[in-house]
T-cell receptor, first 117, second 114 residues
Framework: AQKVTQAQTEISVVEKEDVTLDCVYE???????LFWYKQPPSGELVFLIR??????QNEISGRYSWNFQKSTSSFNFTITASQVVDSAVYFC??????????????FGRGTQLTVWP | DADVTQTPRNRITKTGKRIMLECSQT?????MYWYRQDPGLGLRLIYY???????NKGEISDGYSVSRQAQAKFSLSLESAIPNQTALYFC?????????????FGPGTRLTVL
């Protein structure tokens, strides 16, 4: 079973719209880490955020915000007032705090976001 | 200069050829990883190394081998390339301190096997 599910394969919005990218994860560990990465059309992977399982505070960074809810095993990512430059594939990932697999990242399949002018 | 570099950035080769992809980092990180990305599948772990003497298989290691020549260098080899190894390959590094262990990725190598 997939540890990280990004059910939205593709999303299209018009500039200035708000958009939320969903991420649902599965783990039996009590300590784990969640990540979001951005892959723009140029292809590189850019780290956006890491959230530790013991810190359920939501985070805001400019137009980006993240909603972490352990009760629903979700770590959703919202872009407010989207811009064309936000067009990219966004990946959610999970890392578990186990000795044998510590540090391994499990990626979702990604969500392609297209922002139209 | 980039912290994590990969060479080559693009490579086209033929079935049966041996190919080496190289990764170098200046971040001083102990941990290094190789992933491949296929359209619609996300990234999957091929091999990872927690230090120079520690190399581990990931979820899709068949057909690949690695070498950790130094803390800063981690190479991925395809001994006999086949077309379904056509993919985008990423190297990543992390500091390896448990809770602070964020992986940072290189720019990727696009490999095409004809």
């Amino acid at each position: 079973a997939q540890k990280v599910t990004q059910a939205q394969t593709e999303i299209s919005v018009v500039e200035k719209e708000d958009v939320t990218l969903d991420c649902v994860y599965e783990t039996r560990d009590t300590t784990y880490y969640l990540f979001w990465y951005k892959q723009p059309p140029s292809g590189e992977l850019v780290f956006l955020i890491r959230r530790n399982s013991f810190d359920e505070q939501n985070e805001i960074s400019g137009r980006y915000s993240w909603n972490f809810q352990k009760s629903t095993s979700s770590f959703n990512f919202t872009i407010t007032a989207s811009q064309v430059v936000d067009s990219a594939v966004y990946f959610c990932a999970l890392s578990e705090d186990r000795g044998s697999t510590l540090g391994r990242l499990y990626f979702g399949r990604g969500t392609q976001l297209t922002v139209w002018p | 200069d980039a912290d994590v570099t990969q060479t080559p950035r693009n490579r086209i080769t033929k079935t049966g050829k041996r190919i080496m992809l190289e990764c170098s980092q200046t971040k001083g990180h102990d941990r290094m990883y190789w992933y491949r990305q296929d359209p619609g599948l996300g990234l999957r772990l091929i091999y990872y190394s927690f230090d120079v003497k520690d190399i581990n298989k990931g979820e899709i290691s068949d057909g690949y081998s690695v070498s950790r020549q130094a803390q800063a260098k981690f190479s991925l080899s395809l001994e006999s390339a086949i077309p379904n190894q056509t993919a985008l390959y990423f190297c990543a590094t992390s500091v390896g301190q448990g809770r602070e262990d964020t992986q940072y990725f290189g720019p990727g190598t696009r490999l095409t096997v004809l």
